[in-house]
């Protein structure tokens, strides 16, 4: 725009034939030099795959150094680990001992959302987080069972066999697809697909986590009212049928007194620990505090034999080797992997969420590829160790955060508790009532329902709320898959409607500024007369060529309309401001050749503002740039404006 | 930018405590009014499926006019029928015959390409093309059968029912894929879905017709070599063994003969064509002229004796019905659902492209969705009389077009032609040499294998390179649904990389202006000390959020590191151009949010420059506008520069 503040006509062209013309002063596009055949392809693959230039690091290191640095890499211990001390070790113990507190009873009530028996969710919550700690980057997390993905393994298996009539086929179709959850994450790891799982929307996760935590709520039901005979489905419909149609003789008013009682307690603490987040300890240790209480309670009263169900025989001991129990042959073997595969992609997803939040909140850098990797051979390591998936728990993380913990050393503080507890304490939890289960899981399940995040979609976007609405209502009235299943697709039609109808602006000049505009933005912005400016807002691919194309045409259209109704000069330049326009391929290139061509037949000149360097490279590689003529090509739109000036001036 | 051509610092703030202040004469960034409810969604709607606003022209009429719009929208005949003179009838005549030359003798070929008898070809000539200009809106496109869907239709079919030991349920199958082309086109369009078309890039496109071409002129090295054992498989390798494990017994020396001789008959006058455009007519009639004199030959010397093979008998009569041979029920309903929408959309995407091409040249519009219905009802009613898919022929087309057509009265000609060839002449072509129609196809397939559209796109993009040789070498080394299948992966992981992988630039000042842009394309544009400028590409959404956050952090992180090198003063502003940033969804508010916590961190102001209207209208209502100031955000990276100055003159 060549330092002039106002685009108004300057008549400096020589006036010859071509009615635009460069004046001297102003600043040519830049045409970028010819590219090494491969280099645009390396580059697009680099920024694809290692666009946080994993070996950076690596540069200019000596040979030793360099082991050290990839030993590291792999194991974070070791580089953390070197700075440990005794203030670091005091925070990690207390929050380790918290959220041991807080998994035990969860992962015994998670494990049976997974239909499994009690004492798996507990081997879950010792091995995974021991490897975790070794491998993985995050400082905050807490690693274990959680329930979204206990009651998604627990649908996706029953759907393949029944865990009453077939209990040992089940447990080994768990483990299998536990490997191959593991493999799934560690693979996308290493092949730095990490970028996969940014494919589900935030809006579309809202409403799918909202809809498991009801599912999950209602399923708690059956142990919160002492009903034994309940419905295998999971939608709202058949749960709360199953529930009313055993609301005479079914419900157990011993188990709702304790359950009920203890749920208020349990919602008081969460109460108390919102208010003052000095007291985040109080609803920590809740749930283990409500566990032993009601054991007691129920031991000294004997109240199963009123009829209030309790969780019996807990095996004791540590985790026994399920290697041989995995299926790498027959027809299970492939339901594992399918299985293995879903449950896997969704665990990453929560972990992934919940590692990038602690870092940003305490900023330090969390390398997504390589927490793959940690969270994948923890998986593959624990289903050889009686382990069903383990993830990030979001409620365990939290406070494992407020608690103060400074590195994973809390997980293993965590697993060592989980370790004493199966080597002697499960003999103690024969008499704890599944109602307190019950309790603690709606308890932990509630912050899913995360309204404040749904209120701020609808607010921000209504086609996102319709995507979290969708995977909310089709998790709770079909199923976890479905609602899985919705949430996806609803997530890729987002992306593919994103890049086939990307918008398009008309613009116009900001009084006293050589600056253009979206007019809609900016009501104060004039347009010039006989020229009209319009900006295209994304990158012109075959997904979207043809539209850009015919939407320029519109606004053509309705622009020439309105002239004519206002008697103005007519249109003869079309320019079209071209900054946002990052790349063109070959279909964008044609759709600029038929829109030349059709404006040639109309007499209105096209002109190019400010191409980006890629742009620029193509139309000059593929000869349009010729064509249109390099004199047709502008730095800004205010220079285009003042170049389409002498010949404007002729005829107004 | 206020007017000021240079960037420099102008300290006209108050110095108070906010190191940023806007000067008195700087424009604001609109926030734009509050939205109605359902605005937004309504405008996505909208712009999504009637983009084209197809009822502008119903506005404001009165009831009587609006009915006759109605019809004509329908029936476009109704339109350019009223002003049908014998002018355009002179052009049409000629065109109809020119093509109707051109497709009697390859619709006897492409009928066999699909496994049906030659007369399925010759009735889906009659039926289609007079439906089409009834319905289409298209002035150039010449109907019929076409050599890559007779060939998908035919490998499709042979993979559910062997046309050898079954024809009728072949046959059936065969009208019973029709009948759900047409149903899956004509939804298309009256859904406004025609947009899904675009998702099949130009380049996978290039590359599958190349490598269907090849797959069908070998095809006809059966017919041309006079081969009787030929393999059922498609792909080159078998077709190759095929033809030389007969070379010592198989070939036949008379067939050979007559197929080169004319072949270079044909390939000679298309040579003919392209030299002078006048003479357009010689290669449009040479197949026809072929075909008589090669039948005639046939017939004197009763070559079929020596081994020649010929087409025989074929039916005399036009179109019987097969509406009662339709499958509405049992297992091969699902069949020809699945090849139907295949091979529809395969259909459309040619017929499209088609009308596309040509309305671009002669500058007319046509509505794409209309199309669709209009194709989509042609190849219902086709089902019903005995056609098979029918759709828009290229190289008839273009014949059509250089003939001189007006209107689609140039396929009425055509139709009536076959028609009297169905009911008088079929007889005559008892001696036609099966050798004859493969030259013909040959020669017809020969500039679908487009090498100078392969060599532009390997130019312009390396990325499409691969797909289009992907779709290629898939179709010749597979097969069709294979290389279909990779040409339609291929365009989708093309737009998925799209939106994950959104480009960066770091921005710097052009000397004597206001303007900032990408340093790699600009090398004189300087930065500014103490200031980071980087512009985002694309929207932020969820699919590239972290990336954007995650590349930003990496810019500035290298910036550093560069500045600490040459002893320049820290970073203090990062500044982000947000003018190419059209939209932003609640997973990019997030990524700012984060990206601005971390930021605060190392003590570094972030400032917007330039958000659109959504963008600040959604920072707007998350509240992150007012986390961020308002007094962080700009209308051009100039004014923020500017405004960062007073603060820098501080340290420097």
């Known amino acids: 725009m ?63 150094k360099k082991f050290m640095l990839g030993l590291q890499s792999v194991f974070p211990v070791f580089d953390w680990g070197r700075n440990y001390n005794l203030k670091k070790f005091r925070g990690d113990l207390i929050a380790g001992l918290t959220i041991a507190s807080l998994c035990i009873p969860q ?84 092949f730095r697909l990490g970028f996969l799982i940014d494919f589900l929307s935030h809006a579309a996760v809202v409403g799918f986590m909202g809809g498991a935590a009801i599912t999950i709520a209602l399923q708690q039901l059956k142990g919160f009212l002492g009903i034994k005979k309940f419905t295998k489905k999971t939608d709202i419909i058949a749960v709360l049928d199953s529930v009313f149609s055993a609301a005479h003789h079914g419900w157990n008013w011993q188990t709702i007194l304790i359950g009920a009682s203890f749920l ?54 540590i985790n026994p080797s399920s290697f041989h129990q995995i299926y790498f042959s027959g027809h299970y073997l492939a339901k594992g992997i399918r299985i293995g595969v879903v449950a896997g992609m969704v665990a990453l997803t929560e972990a992934v969420a919940i590692g990038r939040t602690f870092a940003a909140m305490k900023d330090y850098q969390i390398d997504g590829n390589k927490e793959m990797v940690a969270l994948g051979v923890m998986n593959v390591v624990g289903s050889m160790s009686s382990c069903y998936v383990a993830t990030g728990s979001f409620s365990r993380s939290a406070v494992n955060f407020m608690a103060g913990c400074q590195t994973a050393v809390s997980n293993i503080i965590m697993s060592i508790v989980v370790l004493l507890t199966l080597l002697f304490l499960t003999p103690l939890f024969k008499y704890t009532p599944n109602a307190i289960l019950a309790a603690i899981i709606i308890n932990a399940v509630i912050p899913l329902i995360d309204i404040q995040a749904a209120i701020l979609i609808f607010k921000v976007d209504k086609l996102d709320f319709v995507a979290c609405m969708g995977a909310f209502f089709g998790v709770i009235f ?76 519109r606004w053509l259209l309705e622009e020439e309309e309105k002239v004519k109704a206002a008697s103005l000069p007519r249109i003869q330049f079309l320019i079209i401001e071209m900054l946002p326009v990052t790349d063109i391929d070959t279909s964008g290139i044609h759709a600029l050749e038929d829109l030349y061509k059709s404006l040639q037949k109309r007499d209105i000149q096209l002109i190019l503002a400010n191409p980006g360097p890629l742009v620029i490279g193509k139309l000059h590689l593929s000869h349009f740039a010729d064509i249109l003529g390099y004199d047709h090509i502008f730095l800004t739109v205010a220079d285009a404006v003042e170049a389409c000036g002498p010949k404007l001036s002729d005829e107004v």
């Open 2 to 64: 060549s330092g002039r503040a106002h685009p108004d006509v300057n008549p400096v062209t020589d006036g010859g034939d071509l009615p635009i013309k460069s004046s001297p002063h102003r600043h040519k596009v830049g045409v970028p030099p010819k590219q090494n055949m491969f280099h645009d392809f390396m580059y697009t693959f680099k920024e694809t795959f290692f666009h946080d230039d994993p070996l950076r690091h690596f540069k200019d290191q000596p040979k030793s």
């Open 107 to 190: 992962d015994i009530g998670y494990a049976k959302l997974a239909n499994l028996d009690p004492k798996y969710g507990l081997y879950s919550s010792f091995v995974p987080p021991l490897v975790y700690a070794c491998m993985g980057s995050s400082r905050d997390i807490a690693i274990g069972p959680v329930a979204v993905v206990s009651l998604l393994l627990g649908t996706l298996l029953r759907a393949e066999v029944d865990p009453n009539t077939n209990p040992d086929e089940y447990l080994r179709l768990a483990f299998t697809a536990t490997f191959f959850a593991g493999v799934t994450e560690a693979a996308l790891g290493f």
């Open 264 to 317: 208020t307690f349990l919602l008081t603490s969460k109460f108390i620990g919102k208010k003052s987040k000095k007291l985040f300890w109080i609803p920590a240790i809740a749930p283990l505090i409500s566990v032993i209480i009601s054991t007691f309670f129920v031991y000294i009263t004997r109240a199963d034999k009123q009829g209030v169900q309790i969780v019996k025989h807990l095996d004791k001991g």
């Open 478 to 553: 079909a199923s976890v898959e479905i609602g899985l299943l919705i949430a996806v697709s609803i997530s890729f039609a987002k992306i593919l409607l994103q890049v086939t109808r990307p918008r398009t602006a008309v613009l116009g000049n900001i009084p006293r500024t050589s600056v253009y505009r979206n007019i809609q933005q900016y009501p104060e912005a004039t347009m010039v007369p006989g020229v009209l400016t319009i900006r295209v807002d994304s990158a012109i691919y075959f997904s979207n060529s043809n539209y850009v194309r015919e939407r320029i045409q």
